[in-house]
């Protein structure tokens, strides 16, 4: 449980095992691509904060285009009467999507929603109600979300219509 009585967290880079603060990358690879990706936890003195680095290189050869890093919930996370996702972040101004997985298999359906990560650290609140069903990058048509609902995986993916680099800094995801 975080500080604040109101939110309970998903993840936290603080207290997430090193190297990667619990996040494995699928990349565009899967589907012939050739992006690239990595996850490093760092802890650096001018932020002040433990934070997962998401970072890497997006490209569009061989119908690319995304990097994605997930990580499992050490247990499945309750829904309950949560109606947003917050995240603490800052990144490069590029587009991103939070995914958020009811189940534990890695080809199933991911709750997306847009995300834009601004240069200086950033609490952002994505109401559960803009999360969107897809798979494989195709809309579903599922349920909506259920109070008796769990999270078993979170994830974070780079999209991008250009080639080029990709960093994000993640400190937490939490429900609220």
Request: neutral net charge; contains cysteine; hydrophobic residues 35%.
């Amino acid at each position: 449980m975080s500080a604040d009585s109101q939110t309970r967290d998903l993840w936290r880079a603080a207290t997430a095992p090193p190297p990667d603060g619990g996040w494995m990358g699928l990349h565009d690879q899967v589907m012939g691509g050739r992006s690239n990706g990595r996850a490093q936890l760092l802890s650096t003195h001018t932020d002040n904060l433990t934070h997962v680095q998401l970072s890497g290189q997006v490209s569009l050869d061989h119908g690319g285009g995304f990097a994605s890093f997930r990580c499992r919930l050490s247990a499945p996370q309750p829904l309950s009467q949560a109606g947003s996702v917050i995240l603490m972040l800052r990144g490069d101004g590029g587009s991103y999507k939070c995914c958020l997985h009811r189940r534990s298999e890695t080809d199933g359906v991911q709750w997306q929603a847009d995300v834009v990560a601004p240069p200086d650290w950033t609490t952002l609140a994505l109401p559960l109600s803009r999360f969107v069903a897809r798979r494989r990058g195709r809309e579903m048509h599922e349920q909506p979300w259920q109070p008796d609902d769990v999270i078993h995986q979170i994830g974070i993916m780079a999209v991008r219509s250009e080639p080029g680099p990709f960093q994000l800094h993640l400190a937490s995801i939490a429900l609220a």
